[in-house]
């Protein structure tokens, strides 16, 4: 059994083909053009779904996206202007339509949730969030062995919870939220204001060479990533937190700092329970909790 995998984001689109165990293979790499607008993605995924139809003993397609997603219609409930006309988009029903295969959508960071659960970092566990850190910050809450979407399918947030009121002015229109602060691109702009032109990876490395500017920067920073997810630790008490985002492919000098900040802000019961990790599946993470989506959806009967 072989399911087309696709991951839309605001910059490219990234697709393999998957069988059920969550081997990949064929991948590929498209532009998003996301200011192109929503009908141009949905025409733009449409094609891409048609040329994997040529693969033999094809089951269905599986979806991972930016924005709200209502992954039991299939719908996008909200997207923001990053990809205009894109809400309500009915995005199962057209690939469904048009290549008459089931096809099923989720959340993308809900996607690297599944997917760091089923084959990751977060392997066995039942109790975890995930934080995904890049232009903004995503996160998924897994509880009792399941998804939590919420009641509009927009649990987990979290980078839009109030960090500094009255502070920095977020895309959401509220301000001083979390991802304003402790994102990878607000890190970026600390470090921008500081050194200019300075890419994240050559900045971590002058913090690993003790550079002192460099080591109050990331000292800031670390100091706002920790200090959210400290409360959200006392209010959703997890058995384990996933960092992931290409921010994570620092390793255990990140996930070190993390930890060290972490547990001084936490109760002593937290501090003896939880697991903090980095996520394990990189950019392969949510085309593997699309597949692992769409498999809970469209059981393999092995006949």
């Not at 498209?30 to 025409?43: I, S």
């Not at 566990?125 to 509880?143: E, Y």
């Not at 058995?239 to 001084?264: C, D, K, N, P, Y």
């Amino acid at each position: 059994m072989y399911m087309g995998a696709i991951d839309i984001g605001g910059t490219s689109i990234k697709t393999a083909i998957s069988d059920e165990y969550g081997t990949l293979s064929n991948r590929k790499s498209y532009p998003t053009e996301a200011l192109k607008g929503g009908l141009h993605l949905m025409n733009k995924i449409l094609m891409i779904c048609q040329e994997m139809q040529a693969v033999e003993n094809l089951q269905g397609i599986a979806i991972s996206s930016a924005g709200h997603v209502d992954a039991v219609k299939g719908t996008i409930v909200y997207a923001t202007d990053t990809i205009p006309g894109y809400t309500g988009m009915n995005v199962c029903e057209q690939v469904t339509e048009r290549l008459k295969l089931p096809a099923s959508i989720e959340n993308d960071v809900n996607c690297t949730a599944l997917g760091e659960q089923w084959l990751g970092a977060a392997r066995h566990m039942s109790d975890f969030l995930t934080v995904a850190l890049g232009t903004g910050i995503g996160g998924a809450l897994f509880m009792n062995g399941s998804l939590y979407r919420g009641a509009t399918f927009s649990g987990g947030e979290i980078g839009h919870m109030i960090l500094y009121p009255g502070g920095k002015v977020c895309t959401c229109s509220q301000a001083g939220c979390y991802e304003r602060y402790a994102s990878s691109a607000a890190l970026a702009l600390l470090v921008s204001d500081k050194f200019g032109e300075l890419e994240l990876p050559a900045f971590f490395d002058l913090v690993r060479e003790g550079d002192q500017v460099a080591n109050s920067i990331f000292t800031i920073w670390i100091d706002d990533l920790t200090t959210g997810l400290g409360s959200l630790v006392q209010i959703l008490n997890p058995s384990a937190i996933v960092i992931g985002g290409g921010i994570s492919e620092q390793g255990s000098f990140l996930q070190e700092a993390i930890q060290t900040s972490l547990v001084a802000k936490l109760m002593p019961h937290h501090k003896e329970s939880l697991v903090l990790t980095l996520a394990e599946k990189g950019n392969d993470a949510n085309l593997l909790g699309a597949v692992r989506h769409f498999l809970n959806n469209n059981p393999v009967h092995n006949d």
